[in-house]
């Protein structure tokens, strides 16, 4: 018995030992994205003596990361280029060029409109594919599903020809409507509306509802924690688009991965600029990671959900 | 109203009653225009879907087949009305190649480069993240383990890293006179040549990926562990077998299914490496070691301008992913019986 009980405990070591241990290396490139942006280039790239504490010049990395003419990463006020002269006073606005988005606020900016027109784009469909019969739904479905399998984000060439068509290069648009009609989404939401029950939305015909008014008063607000999961696939895809913004977006539209690359790409390297930047891209994320755990958990299960 | 009650021609408590029954037993009596209201709510979808994805997919095949000119300027339909015009153009200037683009691949040198690279990554990489993420649910699934949300929400903390931005850090961590090799050089061992020898800067790419990828498969397995029944562990410590034979025996069949899709999904995330590559390695140095088959087909469609030759490599990236798609797709369908 007492043989058990120590290996009980040996065996509770290990177990923590080896929680511990993946903690700590999963923390050590946070801390070290913290720490490095926080630091002279310096004090961190040395292999004799590197500092392991926080210092005190991220302020002045940050100003030299906005300094940098080739990459705009954070926004700045926009000049005002038209005036109202009214003597004494005079008032300077141009209404569209208010604030010059720099890379954080078009990565959020794209992330954003995405996500809320691609949520209603699939809802819709799902709910078509859910809880209407039209000629050909089961072809349609089927072409939709086939192209489940596909890596949709290697389809570039093609797009950026079509783009450069349109005239839609160097466009926010050009990121944006390629993904809308997100197979994955169509599907999740399709699945889930499949549990609707037809004599709720039967009731509410008989009530006088219009078929949009089923759709938005009905469906959606059932739907809020497959939707919720859904805006977190739909953001992070978005968010992490790297191929198709770098042959389509032009200096002055960068969003964050095509911005760090210019940085990375760069003549001279910076590595204290890239770390503030790695920064300012990682850390509202994870703030929002915590808030929303149960919804990234979720979001992570269904798109792991595909049979 | 009155064209809906035309329509069904009898007065609507009759209708009423009848849909009622028609339904109780099943049967589902289409409104009118019901038809039409499916299309309308699938319409804005189903419109981008085909430009934006169908027929990608399509011309993507098409243009395998082509050398690319240049940009079209060919008239296709030209409407003039005098105060609006509108000229659409051909896509693209192309030669037909025939299987020229397929056949040039087996003499491509650095295509077998970029098969090679890819190849090595994933067989080196996913067995070691899945067989982590694997340990890491079994550890934080045992009953007696503390803070076990903390520990979750820790080990997933990556996932919500974007792909580039974390990319840099490993970089930074990497160099000569990096972070881990102070580390290493200071518990006496020698410093490693990170991102200069091509085999450690392959292993680099293996470090940063499972980094950012072993707590996403950890959440997907732990799941996969919730579906597991107790009271087979509880069989299992009957028959007097202990935790290692429980966990070959009770949890890794039970979590085939899982596994497999983990692995399958792993494997074709390692067949869409770019972002890692490109701002570790800066495009696939030292000499070519790290060119990824996504990489590949960048330079060829965006730098070199050959869209012709790179439609036939996404091609054939697509054609191997497809495949393990369909493998995963047909486990789902499996375990689903």
């Known amino acids: 018995m007492r043989e058990e009980t120590r290996r009980e405990a040996v065996w509770q070591f290990l177990t923590y030992a080896f929680i511990i241990l993946g903690a700590v290396v999963t923390l050590v490139p946070l801390y070290w994205i913290f720490v490095a942006s926080t630091l002279k280039e310096s004090e961190f790239l040395s292999s004799t003596d590197p500092t392991l504490v926080p210092g005190d010049s991220f302020l002045s990395n940050f100003a030299a990361l906005r300094a940098r003419d080739n990459v705009q990463f954070v926004g700045h006020v926009g000049e005002m280029t038209h005036y109202i002269d009214l003597g004494p006073i005079y008032i300077a606005y141009d209404f569209w060029n208010l604030w010059n988005m720099g890379a954080i606020e078009s990565s959020i900016f794209v992330a954003g409109v995405y996500t809320i027109l691609s949520l209603l784009l699939c809802s819709m469909a799902g709910f078509a594919f859910a809880k209407y019969e039209f000629r050909f739904k089961q072809p349609i479905f089927y072409a939709i599903l086939a192209t489940l399998i596909l890596p949709i984000q290697l389809l570039v060439i093609p797009l950026f020809l079509l783009m450069s068509q349109i005239g839609l290069t160097n466009s926010y648009w050009a990121i944006i409507l390629p993904w809308l009609a997100n197979p994955l989404g169509i599907f999740l939401m399709r699945q889930n509306m499949r549990s609707i029950p037809d004599a709720l939305l039967e009731s509410a015909r008989m009530d006088g509802a219009t078929e949009f008014q089923l759709y938005y008063k009905i469906a959606l607000p059932t739907m809020k924690s497959s939707l919720a999961a859904l805006s977190i696939i739909l953001f992070l895809f978005q968010w992490n688009l790297f191929l198709f913004p770098l042959v389509i977006l032009d200096q002055g539209k960068y969003t964050i991965p095509v911005a760090i690359n210019q940085l990375v790409g760069a003549q001279r390297v910076y590595y204290d600029q890239i770390m503030v930047a790695a920064t300012l891209s990682i850390i509202p994320i994870f703030v929002l990671f915590l808030f929303l755990q149960k919804q990234f958990v979720s979001g992570i299960l269904a798109g792991s959900v595909k049979e | ?337």
């Open chain 2, 1 to 337: 109203m009155a064209t809906r009650d035309s329509l069904s021609g009898s007065d609507p408590s009759v209708r009423d009653r009848l849909r009622f029954a028609r339904q109780s037993v099943g049967e589902r009596l289409p409104t009118p225009g019901e038809g039409i209201v499916g299309y309308v709510f699938l319409l804005p979808a189903f419109l981008l879907f085909g430009i934006f994805l169908a027929f990608p997919i399509v011309y993507t095949f098409y243009l395998s087949f082509f050398r690319f000119e240049g940009v079209g300027d060919e008239t296709l339909l030209w409407i003039d009305t005098g105060f609006f015009s509108y000229r659409l153009t051909s896509i693209a200037d192309l030669s037909f190649v025939g299987l020229s683009n397929y056949t040039r691949m087996f003499s491509d040198t650095l295509f077998h480069q970029a098969m090679f690279n890819t190849t090595f990554i994933l067989v080196v990489q996913v067995p070691l993240m899945v067989a982590l993420a694997l340990l890491f649910a079994v550890a934080l699934d045992a009953s007696f383990v503390k803070l076990r949300g903390v520990f979750r929400t820790v080990l997933a903390l990556p996932v919500s890293a974007n792909l580039v931005a974390y990319s840099t850090v490993f970089l930074l961590m990497m160099q000569d006179a990096g972070l881990i090799n102070y580390v290493l050089t200071s518990v006496g061992l020698p410093a490693i040549p990170w991102l200069t020898s091509s085999f450690w800067s392959r292993m680099t790419i293996v470090g940063a990926v499972t980094w950012r990828w072993t707590g996403y498969n950890m959440i997907i397995l732990l799941a996969g562990l919730q579906n597991v029944p107790k009271q087979l562990y509880e069989a299992a410590e009957i028959d007097g077998a202990n935790r290692i034979e429980k966990f070959w025996y009770v949890t890794i069949p039970q979590l085939r299914p899982v596994l497999l899709f983990v692995f399958v999904t792993s494997t074709i995330g390692t067949f869409k490496l770019f972002s890692e590559p490109v701002i570790i390695n800066g495009g696939g140095a030292p000499l070519d070691s790290t060119i990824t088959i996504v990489q590949y087909i960048y330079q060829t469609a965006f730098i070199d301008f050959r869209l012709g030759y790179a439609s036939a490599l996404t091609y054939v990236l697509i054609a191997i992913v497809s495949v393990f798609s369909a493998i995963q797709l047909n486990i789902g369908g499996e375990s689903d019986a």
